[in-house]
């Protein structure tokens, strides 16, 4: 962890959550990069692809990002989503992780869920309702602007946003709270 | 196949709606828990009628400074568990305050009292009033605090929901006290206690489930 990324993420972080989508961009990136270190090096048993938990956690990053302390570090907060996040996708499947135990043993009482298998956010992509699956397809596998999308489905730019920011948040769901 | 560069893309174009940091959002379920606390507090309760005299009390005034020192040490608690890799451990040991103070008072209450008194002044007039009013002031503000964690990132759900337990027990302590005419220590440790940790349990359940994320 060196203090140069750590301030450089930091004001790409507080850019982003001010609405600049550039900056958000790059902060993502940088986060995947991150995120696929920290999993690659935890994830010793097979059952779990660490790219899962890089999108899982970046998801839940975006989610969340209002529970980053502005004048706080982002590191620590970055790698505790992730750690919960690979806790969570490990419960999930009903299987231990290989992480100190002092981290897992509060995550771990909870009621066990049906086990979901690879590739998750673009199986829950598909669970969306349609509306919302084909504004969320449309800006992510087209690989869209909202401008593009609000056009060629007839909508509003605003409804574009609405839809999209529900289908995420729908998708962020399906994995926190089953 | 959604791949990682897309996922980053459509998080990207969901920026630009302003969200509401947390700190502000926890002042303001504060605010609002104390305020249904009030509400409830009022309607169902209200103050105990010689509460003019009790004020000149030690023993009554020193149910406030538990119950506040509570709800204090719980409110800087269930804070910093609401967000991820915060130091939290940091900030537990100042819920030791409460138990702390209130067990002073009941080593003082022992050796003021000669012991044929204890048995009465432990069992108190009010247990089951104790028992049912803290956890019905406390009900409103714990949902409103769940309500917070949910918003929040609890990276120990269940922790989070047992200290948002504690915060709302004590908010609720505080507003009964003041209804309640059993001012010794002894009475405070056991009934308040089981009420307020009832609060707890109640509230790592439902954390446990509801504020996952």
Known sequence: MSGGEETELAGLLRAAIAGDEGAY??????AACLVRGFTRTRIVRGGIDPEDIVQETLLAIHMKRHTWRDDGPVLPWLYAIARYKLVDAFRRRGRRVEI?????????????????????????LASLAPGQRSVVAAITVDGRSIGETAQDLGMSETAVRVALHRGLTAIARKFGRQ | MMDTDELIKSLAADTGRPVAPLSSVWWLAAAASVAVAAAVFAVALGPRPDIAAAIETPRFLFKFVVTVALALSAFGAACALSRPGENWRAVMPYLAAAPVLIIVAVIAELIALPPDTWSAKLIGDNSLVCLTSIPLVGIGPLAIFLLVMRHGAPTRPALAG?????LAGGIAATFYAAKCTDDSP?????????AIIGLAVLGAIFSNRFARW
Do not use: K, N
């Open chain 1, 25 to 30: 961009t790059e902060f993502l990136r940088q």
């Open chain 1, 100 to 124: 100190e135990i002092d981290e897992i043993a509060d995550t771990l009482a909870a009621p066990e869920a049906e086990s979901v298998s690879d590739r998750e956010v673009h199986r829950a």
């Open chain 2, 162 to 166: 047992a200290v948002a337990g504690l």
């Open chain 2, 186 to 194: 002894l009475f405070v440790a056991t009934w308040y206690s089981i």
